[in-house]
Nanobody, 119 residues
Framework: QVQMVESGGGLVQAGGSLRLSCAASGRTFSSYTMGWFRQAPGKEREFVAAINWNGDSTRYTDSVKGRFTISRDRAKNTVYLQMNSLKAEDTAVYYC????????????WGQGTQVTVSS
């Protein structure tokens, strides 16, 4: 059974930082692309960042470029999202997900972790 568990969310003031973690189990995800998505209240889920299987290629949505960094520890089956210079508009539930490649459908999802940025 595949499990993906996010952690690290919380309440932070604007300008602050948080580091999200996503621990995967039930399958070896070392060959998978891992991604972070978020969903704000009343909005659709949106892509935030992704990292390829060996960590040498990353993608970001424009609104987080220069502020967020995605990384992974393949040995630990864990992916991270370092979020700096947080803004109120970053407030959302953040989800991690896994896909075969950058261009594949994300089939495995975590339950999400809440990030709230107060202005």
């Amino acid at each position: 059974q595949v499990q993906m568990v996010e952690s690290g969310g919380g309440l932070v003031q604007a300008g602050g930082s948080l580091r999200l973690s996503c621990a995967a189990s039930g399958r070896t995800f070392s060959s998978y692309t891992m991604g972070w998505f978020r969903q704000a209240p009343g909005k659709e889920r949106e892509f935030v960042a992704a990292i390829n299987w060996n960590g040498d290629s990353t993608r970001y949505t424009d609104s987080v470029k220069g502020r967020f960094t995605i990384s992974r520890d393949r040995a630990k089956n864990t992916v991270y999202l370092q979020m700096n210079s947080l803004k109120a508009e970053d407030t959302a539930v953040y989800y991690c997900a896994a896909a075969r490649t950058f261009y594949s459908v994300y089939n495995d999802w975590g339950q999400g972790t809440q990030v709230t940025v107060s202005s």
